[in-house]
């Protein structure tokens, strides 16, 4: 594996209060990406760096975007379950998330930072927001802790009551997904127009695919979605 794509995996990316995102395991490089553009014409990946890099960008620039496909990466992504409802209308991808069903979920909630908000809103607002969340939390956990003496009950008390807690709470998933379809994901989510807290999230990704395809990045950046 070459050194810039090594440097791209590692701890957690900090995103968010209590977020992260971490890029877990990846299949393939730019040179994938020009020997499965390659193969259409029986040329040869990797006799001429120039020549490939100027494919790249000519795959880039007219629309060619399968060859993009044969990049794939697997994400550990920690965020709010808005943030992950909106990530998750991304379908040309494959999902695992934690499930309330079967677990018990923790008090962790986002608390946005105030500079993130307008400045109608104070800093009694914010606690009040926290107040509610933990409101809500402390029942929910006393309908688990009620339901202990019945384990044929257990689950169905969780999912029911899970229904009380917002969508600020923390939730977990792995993402596997192509580059094109993570471009995709990139130009939407990095958009002014995106909420504030996936845009977040989608610049650390952005980061971590420039570390690892760096000339794809550079003519996808350039010319848009493949």
């Known amino acids: 594996m070459p050194e810039s794509q090594q440097a791209a995996f590692g701890d957690p990316v900090p995103v968010l209060d209590k977020g992260a995102i971490q890029l877990l395991n990846m299949m393939g490089s730019d040179q994938e990406i020009i ?4 193969v259409s014409t029986g040329t040869r990946a ?13 795959l880039a620039e007219h629309r060619h975007g399968t060859p993009f496909e044969h990049v794939v990466f697997q ?4 965020c709010p379950i808005f ?5 998750m209308r991304h379908r040309i991808a494959s999902y695992n998330e934690a499930s309330a069903r079967y677990r018990v979920l923790k008090d962790e909630f ?24 933990e409101h809500a939390h402390q ?16 689950s169905r008390v969780r999912e029911v009551f899970r229904g009380v807690i917002g969508t600020a709470i923390y939730t977990e ?7 094109r379809s993570l471009w995709n994901f990139l130009e939407l989510r990095t958009a002014p127009g995106a909420q504030y807290e996936i845009r977040q999230y989608a ?17 996808l950046k350039r010319f848009g979605r493949a």
């Open 203 to 219: 610049q650390a990704l952005d980061n971590m695919v420039q570390q690892v395809v760096p000339i794809a990045y550079e003519a």
């Open 139 to 154: 029942f929910y956990l006393r309908m688990i802790e009620k339901a202990k003496p019945h384990p044929q009950q257990r």
């Open 46 to 58: 990797g006799a001429d760096l120039q020549r490939d890099r100027d494919l790249i960008f000519f």
């Open 75 to 78: 994400f550990y992504v920690r």
């Open 83 to 87: 943030v992950a409802r909106q990530w």
């Open 173 to 179: 998933f792995y993402w596997s997904v192509n580059l």
């Open 35 to 38: 020997a499965a553009a390659r």
């Open 110 to 133: 986002y608390v946005p930072d105030r500079s993130a908000l307008p400045d109608f809103i104070t800093d009694e607002d914010i606690a009040e927001y926290q107040r509610v969340l």
